[in-house]
């Protein structure tokens, strides 16, 4: 699917099969999603522009690249997107964080915002937007709406599952966003959630129902 890149790595694959496991526990579950943040981030950033720049080392001087333009800024869609952010941060301490609340309402599946902070300068700034699922992709197509209002021209977004339903209704309404996901899964279920998916990943990852 155009705009769509999943991330086929052996090591993020094996992470997210004992995440979809429903006898893994919390404390599993939130480090799994950490470690798999790590190796999510490092490919979300790989084309990141670089500048060469002048440094001392013990042996002398040198041009070495250093990251080009503003720090990043990493919006975290709640609660979820905290469990890749924290991973997300670990690679890049710099980053700038926005903070989404949405809540899906689980009868209508539209979302409900009940929180938005995001640094104020975004129109100058790579945005990547994190969510673990995207499912109906009305919580991720209505935090990147927010975005934009803010000036957000330069976003990306970072999953670890996506249905096909979602990233048919992501592309369309925003066909300027790239999604970055680790498996494309089968399908929604008539209540929203991801099939085969991992269940709900708010609950997994902080234990609750
Ligand atoms: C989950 C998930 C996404 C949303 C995806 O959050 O983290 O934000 O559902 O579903 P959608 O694509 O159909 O909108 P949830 O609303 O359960 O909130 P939580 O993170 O607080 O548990
Ligand atoms: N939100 C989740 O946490 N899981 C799903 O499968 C769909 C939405």
Do not use: W
């Not at 440094?55 to 250093?66: L, Q």
């Not at 990547?128 to 957000?152: C, F, Q, W």
């Not at 992501?170 to 929604?188: K, M, Q, S, W, Y």
């Amino acid at each position: 699917m155009q705009n769509l890149t999943v991330i086929d790595h052996p090591l993020v694959q094996h992470k997210l099969t004992i995440m979809r496991c429903k006898d893994t526990s919390t404390a599993s579950f939130r480090r799994l999603l950490e470690e798999i943040a790590h190796l999510l981030c490092y490919e979300v950033t790989r084309d990141l522009e670089v500048d060469m720049i002048e440094v001392d080392t013990p042996m002398g001087p040198t041009m070495a690249p250093s990251l080009k333009g503003k720090k990043l800024v990493f919006a975290s869609i709640l609660r979820a997107g905290n469990g890749l952010l924290s991973g997300m941060l670990d690679l890049v301490p710099s980053a700038r964080v926005a903070h989404i609340g949405l809540y899906r309402d689980p009868e209508t599946l539209q979302p409900v915002e009940y929180y938005f902070k995001a640094p104020t300068d975004i129109e100058d700034r790579l945005v990547i937007v994190v969510d673990p699922m995207l499912a109906t992709a009305n919580s991720a197509v209505a935090a990147i709406e927010k975005l934009k209002e803010r000036g957000a021209n330069n976003i990306r977004f970072l999953c670890l599952l996506a249905a096909p339903e979602g990233v048919e209704r992501f592309i369309a309404a925003h066909p300027d966003v790239p999604i970055f996901t680790a498996a494309l899964d089968e399908r929604i279920d008539e209540h929203g959630y991801i099939v085969p998916g991992l269940g709900d990943a708010g609950d997994r990852m902080y234990g609750t129902r």
